[in-house]
């Protein structure tokens, strides 16, 4: 619905934080959710320039974006499909990356544990997240969107990576800006880390 390109602005400053925090690495990356490719296209230059990056996105025409966005970039890869069922090219990523998605699952367990079963052993799962019940301005939002979205607390992320069997897990809060206008103060993204160690 061209919402991309807004997406990206009010996304970036938060993601990029974020993304400061990703050691560089020669191995695997992979976006869920990668959107128009803005996150792709900076790793795949960055951390990832000596890796491999894929993109995936629920979104044929969101994926068609992403791919011109990157389409310069020999080692980027983007597919559209469903994460839970995807069957990736590659099965051991370094990294596995994901804003505003997980809450869109089904179930945000079965994205965790599939996210575990995809990363190579070292590998990080790092969940980005504006709708958590923590955020009280988010509480209408499955509302206003008309979409079934599954709405956990900090507490449950952490409880859902451990179950999955993730290791030093980390979480923060990270300010970013305001959502709406009518939004009293500024959102704080939610970010959930974690490390598979076997």
């Not at 099965?91 to 990363?119: C, H, K, N, T």
């Not at 959102?187 to 490390?195: D, K």
Request: hydrophobic share 35%; aromatic share 12%.
């Amino acid at each position: 619905d061209h919402r991309a390109e807004g997406m990206e602005t009010s996304h970036w400053p938060v993601v990029k934080q974020t993304f400061d925090r990703i050691k560089r690495s020669s191995g695997n990356y992979l976006e869920v959710g990668c959107g128009n490719g803005y996150g792709l296209r900076y790793m795949a230059t960055n951390q990832f320039s000596e890796g491999h990056c894929w993109g995936l996105d629920a979104s044929p025409k969101m994926a068609e974006l992403s791919k011109e966005k990157c389409r310069d970039l020999a080692n980027v890869q983007i597919e559209s499909g469903d994460f839970l069922t995807w069957d990736p090219p590659h099965r051991e990523f370094s990294v596995i990356f994901s804003m505003e998605v997980f809450y869109y699952f089904p179930s945000i367990q079965a994205g965790i544990d599939r996210a575990f079963s995809l990363l190579a052993t070292g590998g990080e799962l790092w969940v980005m997240v504006d709708f958590y019940k923590e955020h009280k301005e988010s509480a209408d939002w499955a509302d206003q969107l008309g979409t079934e979205m599954q709405r956990w607390s900090l507490q449950e992320y952490k409880d859902g990576f451990t179950k999955a069997g993730f290791a030093g897990i980390d979480q923060r809060q990270i300010v970013g800006s305001k959502h709406r206008p009518e939004d009293l103060e500024p959102g704080r993204t939610l970010c959930t880390v974690g490390v598979k160690s076997v």
